[in-house]
């Protein structure tokens, strides 16, 4: 790309060493620039991308973007120092990619919970109707049925106009993201044109970053501000009727609102759920009509996030009757109240679910089928929003037995983790077991024949953050092999 075109984007400060007339690519990591790149000084919160600039040129870097002074032969290499290389990428990275979210239907799901599910919804149901999708968040990004993995739910500016670019590439007419608070905050999105901003809900999380949740939702409000304000352009806010917040998030957009909800009036309302161990049933109330919905995703919760997504889908222009029956065919995103599939007498679930309200929502989408015990393992990660742990607990309480354990403990030993979870048990049967393998085990180790287990906190991820390394993790896996010794070995599937 012209490299002179591509900067002058930027509020430069000044250049040093000639600029070449074009690059080769862009990149914030000094191993991955190929000869003739640009390489950007990004400074995180355990690294600083200056450090690595003598790696970046040894690779072939010809440009720097950088905020400090940095050490080479300007003979060789260009040095362009701006005020922040943060901001810097965000502008770059959509430039560099030609603005690719202006190709496709873009739609950001934001909230606490739910953003899986409703974006996986509005990704199946497309794929299903024969229409190019990609999706991209906590799972990673899946790619018209090709899932690559990502680091983030929101990955940075670069990555985020990479994978749009790709998708777009690839011929998908549509892309639905997960759009977290800190990749907002963060400036993660700039550049990303989006025509549809849809909200799940906002509850206690993230406030180790955010601090309070008047701040939380402010974050979350920025993707309907970021609409933008040209009315021309056919573009929709979609918010949940049901949640306080929403009416905050409108005060931020001035395009055309579609809610959706349970308990309140809104376009696309739910009634008459009738909610089993098998699925869900319930009318649809919408703008096209009434419609009778059957679905293979089981509680409440899973109702909220299908009207959300067809919500979306109304608004990107589909018909309210042929969402309804694609709605009927659609699977469990993998890790969101996923069962895991045995014929061993006992039933399982790995959830997500790391917030309270997450966990309330798991537990009330089993106790209606409930005969004997319910078993619910919770987990929190080390070094993060430690105001919660309690909270969480105290939500767990509701079931019968509780196994307190870790989630990515990282570097914050056992004991404390676990003794700020136990401070919010309502009654005394618990266990506290550090090491989360152990902790699936004892879980089993006490189930006796159609007991339920929710295994909550890590979902689909198959890995443990401990310290500063991943270390191989399923809590299905674990789940599955304690059982069979239990309950005899037969044929199971996962």
Known sequence: MDTKELLSILPIKKIEGALPPAISDLAVNSRAINAGGMFVCIIGFTVDGHDFVQQAVANGAR????????DVDLEKVAVVTVEDT????SLLAARYYQ???????????????????VSGIIHAILRASGEKSAVSGTIGFDLDGTLYDT????????????????????GCKTMSMEVSSHGLVEGRLAGTEFDIALFTNLTHDHLDFHGTME???EAKSLLFSQLGQDLEQRKFAVVNADDPWSQKLLEKTSYPVLSYGIKNAAEFNGEDIVLTAEGTTFTLNSPDGKFPVSMNLIGEFSVA?????TAALYAKGMATADIVNYLGEIESVKGRMEKVETELPLTMYVDYAHTPDAIKKA??????????????????????DRVKRPVMAKEASVADYVVLT????????????LAELEAGMEHDNYACIGDRAEAVRHAVAIANPNDIIIFAGKGHEDFQIIGNTKYPHSDAEIALLEAEKKFGSKEVRN
């Open 63 to 70: 440009v720097i973007v950088a905020s400090k002074p940095v």
């Open 86 to 89: 943060s901001r810097a990428i």
């Open 406 to 417: 870790t989630d990515d403990p990282r570097d914050e030993p056992y004991e404390t983790i």
């Open 305 to 309: 996030n299908a009207l959300a997504a």
């Open 363 to 384: 537990i009330e989408a089993v106790i209606p089928y409930k005969t004997k015990k319910l078993i619910f393992v919770i987990g929190t990660g080390g070094n993060r």
């Open 215 to 217: 701040n939380y939702g």
């Open 99 to 117: 603005y690719p979210s202006k190709k496709m239907t873009m739609i950001g799901v934001t909230g606490t919970n739910g953003k899986t599910s």
């Open 151 to 170: 680091e983030n739910t929101t990955g940075d500016a670069l990555t985020t106009q990479a994978l749009i670019a790709q998708a777009a590439t690839e």
